[in-house]
């Protein structure tokens, strides 16, 4: 299995702008992560999808940030409009059920200008 | 609610010395703990986990870690450092009875020659 593939690497985008970064987890695991890193707040676990389904999006900073899960094989985190503030590393993960090991994915390196 | 603290955010250590990188949590409930690491532009790998048993746990690389209950810690160590080994290391806990990773701070260690 190729791992967790997240999409794109690297985002410079400008103050306002639509950002959408993509993850599509390993085959068969049935729970999905998004975590946030940055400098001042180290990892942050921003939602979480059980079989596709949102658990816990307490962690979602505002209304700016969306994420979807349509399928098995593929999420989205959106934020819509972006700000400066939310330049940081993404990163997705996904675990199998009852397993507690996390696979992450390489992360997205988030610019906004 | 569990959180994680790690009391080291730089560790400069030189090749073949040994290393400990410290990490107290904080839980109500039973606990799993996990190191991860992250080497540069690369995403997290687990170096090692303690769920149950045996509380010296034996990762990849030769990194080793000890639960101590009594003391809430759960600190990594290494007999022998290599240049490869300059990373970032973040200590996680999730409670028996919740699947959220919490993340510490992380720990920069630099290997010099």
């Known amino acids: 299995d190729a791992g967790v593939i997240q999409s794109p690497r690297h985002e410079v985008t400008e103050m306002g702008q639509e950002v959408t970064l993509r993850c599509k987890p390993i085959?068969?695991?049935?729970?999905l992560f998004w975590y946030r890193q940055t400098m001042m707040r180290g990892l942050e676990l921003l939602i979480y999808f059980n079989n596709n389904v949102p658990i816990d999006d307490s962690g979602m900073p505002e209304d700016r940030f969306s994420a979807k899960m349509p399928n098995a094989s593929f999420s989205t985190l959106k934020i819509q409009p972006s700000e400066p503030r939310d330049s940081a590393v993404y990163f997705c993960?996904?675990?199998?059920?009852?397993?507690?090991?996390?696979?992450f994915g390489s992360g997205t390196q988030l610019s906004v200008l | 609610a569990q959180s994680v603290t790690q009391l080291d955010s730089q560790v400069p250590v030189f090749e073949e010395a040994p290393v400990e990188l410290r990490c107290n949590y904080s839980?109500?409930?039973?606990?799993?703990l996990f190191w991860y690491v992250q080497y540069p532009n690369q995403g997290l790998q687990l170096l090692l986990k303690?769920?149950?048993?045996?509380?010296l746990v034996k990762g990849i690389n030769g990194f080793e870690a000890e639960f101590n209950k009594s003391q809430t810690s759960f600190h990594l160590r290494k007999p022998s450092v290599h240049i490869s080994d300059t990373a970032e290391y973040f200590c996680a806990v999730v409670g028996s009875n919740d699947y959220k990773l919490s993340f510490g701070a992380g720990t920069t260690v630099t290997v010099r020659a």
């Open positions: 303690y769920l149950s048993g045996s509380t």
């Open positions: 993960a996904s675990s199998p059920d009852n397993d507690e090991k996390l696979f």
């Open positions: 839980s109500s409930v039973s606990v799993y």
């Open positions: 085959s068969g695991h049935d729970y």
